[in-house]
């Protein structure tokens, strides 16, 4: 399974992304799927899941009311919606799936199939 991550890019502080990810030739409708993002010199962090039907959701507490998943399984497509950003949000965000219908908690070591990562870059 090849996740495909894109909609990165520079943004000023305050301003707003919105990251799509998909798999070429394989539906993901069947699977929730995670978003992570790693800075440069950090760990990979856990930032929000989205079960394979979209009705639960989870975003870790550090991103209250800014960051936003979303899915549409009939385009194929989970979205993460990126409001209000902050310096401290840039890294590269990567997508990320195990291939099951409930999230798996935030932890990567949880999500066996990932995508190759699409570079945020908040800065005025």
């Known amino acids: 399974v090849q996740l495909q991550a894109s909609g990165g890019g520079l943004v000023q502080p305050g301003g707003s992304l919105r990251l799509s990810c998909t798999a070429s030739?394989?539906?993901?409708?069947?699977?929730?799927i995670a978003w992570f993002r790693q800075a440069p010199g950090k760990e990979r962090e856990g930032v929000s899941c989205?079960?394979?039907?979209?009705?639960?959701?989870y975003t870790i507490d550090t991103q209250p009311g800014r960051f936003t998943i979303s899915r549409d399984n009939g385009k194929n497509m989970v979205y993460l919606q990126m409001d209000s950003l902050k310096p401290d949000d840039t890294a590269i965000y990567y997508c990320?799936?195990?291939?099951?219908?409930?999230?798996?908690?935030?932890?990567?070591?949880?999500?066996?199939?990932w995508g190759q990562g699409t570079l945020v870059t908040v800065s005025s």
């Open positions: 990320a799936t195990g291939r099951e219908r409930s999230c798996s908690g935030m932890t990567a070591t949880n999500y066996e199939y």
């Open positions: 030739g394989r539906t993901l409708r069947y699977w929730a």
């Open positions: 989205i079960h394979s039907t979209g009705d639960s959701r």
